[in-house]
């Protein structure tokens, strides 16, 4: 089965301090992995796939095919990071570019 | 580019009513994907449309049905409504072969 786990509903942290938002997966196969994040009053946005291994607003996402994880890690959270976060999993052998996301953590960054 | 646009914003409907709701993908983009989102849970993924045919879909049941036009918008009706599927709709669009999506700001359907 495809599936997306996000374990945390909401996670609190202070400015300054590293954050790190879970992942796992279920596929059968060579997945593709993003985060996509939604700001308030904005509409839900891709902020970094595994293939790109690149750094976005200084979020960076490692894939662990071995623990089928691909958790978000920040070193500094801002408080402008606060926001809805969402793993998603993208299955290239259901014969389309169908994407299947987790249920989301949102993030808080505190003052 | 105006990006993903969706109508309406926000509708009511009454129980085994039928609903369309219309998106306009991004330029240059040519597939479309639907997505229902219900409070506190992750858009789930409907079906995607491309070449004007449906490529691909999700656990959803007849009663959730599209159309995709020549000019890439689409559409997306459900018919004989149920209370459950009050839920945010999601519309997205990407390059034919390509995961990258760029979304709408959604249609909020409450059916009561």
């Known amino acids: 089965a495809q599936r997306v786990t996000q374990p945390e509903k909401l996670l609190s942290v202070f400015k300054g301090a590293p954050v790190e938002l879970k992942c796992n997966y279920s596929?059968?196969?060579?997945?593709?992995l993003f985060w996509y994040v939604q700001y308030s009053r904005q509409r839900l946005q891709l902020l970094l796939r595994?293939?790109s291994r690149e750094s976005i607003k200084g979020f960076t996402a490692d894939l662990n095919k071995g623990e089928t994880s691909f958790h978000l890690k920040k070193p500094f959270a801002q408080e402008e990071d606060s926001a809805m976060y969402y793993c998603a999993l993208g299955a290239p052998n259901t014969g389309g570019f169908k994407t299947i996301f987790g249920a989301g953590t949102r993030l808080f960054v505190k003052a | 580019d105006a990006g993903v646009t969706q109508s309406p914003t926000h509708l009511i409907k009454t129980r085994g009513q039928q609903v369309t709701l219309r998106c306009s993908p991004k330029s240059g983009h040519d597939t479309v994907s639907w997505y229902q989102q219900a409070l506190g849970q992750g858009p789930q993924f409907i079906f995607q449309y491309y070449e004007e045919e449906e490529r691909q879909r999700g656990n959803f049941p007849d009663r959730f049905s599209g159309h995709q036009f020549p000019n890439y918008s689409s559409e997306l009706n459900v018919n004989a409504l149920l209370l459950g599927d009050s839920a945010l709709y999601l519309c997205?669009?990407?390059?034919?072969?390509?995961?990258?999506?760029?979304f709408g700001p959604g249609t909020r359907l409450t059916v009561t």
């Open positions: 596929y059968s196969g060579s997945p593709e």
């Open positions: 595994h293939i």
């Open positions: 997205a669009s990407s390059p034919g072969h390509s995961y990258e999506q760029y």
